[in-house]
């Protein structure tokens, strides 16, 4: 399985951006997906999941209410609507999938190369 992330970019602090996050190659039903980040001199952290049928849905404090994660399995694809971005949300977007995954409970297996958010204040 392949992912790709885009829609990064350089934005000003109050704008929006939308990720997107395509799969392919063996790709496969029953996923969890996810979108991480990681800033500069600080770990990676979990900011959205989402599960197979998009009944469970976890988001980090930081970006709740102002992000939000959806998927289009027909397409293999997931997407992260940012809004109301601070320039604390400057990072690394990464997007990630396990099959069977369980939100806070999986070791994501596949992940895709990360595209840069820039916000300036």
């Known amino acids: 399985v392949q992912l790709q992330a885009s829609g990064g970019g350089l934005v000003q602090a109050g704008g929006s951006l939308r990720l997107s996050c395509a799969a392919s190659?063996?790709?496969?039903?029953?996923?969890?997906m996810g979108w991480f980040r990681q800033a500069p001199g600080k770990e990676r952290e979990s900011v959205a999941e989402?599960?197979?049928?998009?009944?469970?849905?976890y988001y980090a404090d930081s970006v709740k209410g102002r992000f939000t994660i959806s998927r289009d399995n027909a397409k293999n694809a997931v997407y992260l609507q940012m809004n109301s971005l601070k320039p604390e949300d400057t990072a690394v977007y990464y997007c990630?999938?396990?099959?069977?995954?369980?939100?806070?409970?999986?070791?994501?297996?596949?992940w895709g190369p990360g595209t840069q958010v820039t916000v300036s204040s």
């Open positions: 190659g063996r790709t496969f039903s029953n996923n969890l």
């Open positions: 990630a999938a396990v099959r069977m995954g369980v939100i806070g409970k999986s070791e994501y297996r596949y």
């Open positions: 989402i599960s197979w049928g998009g009944g469970s849905i």
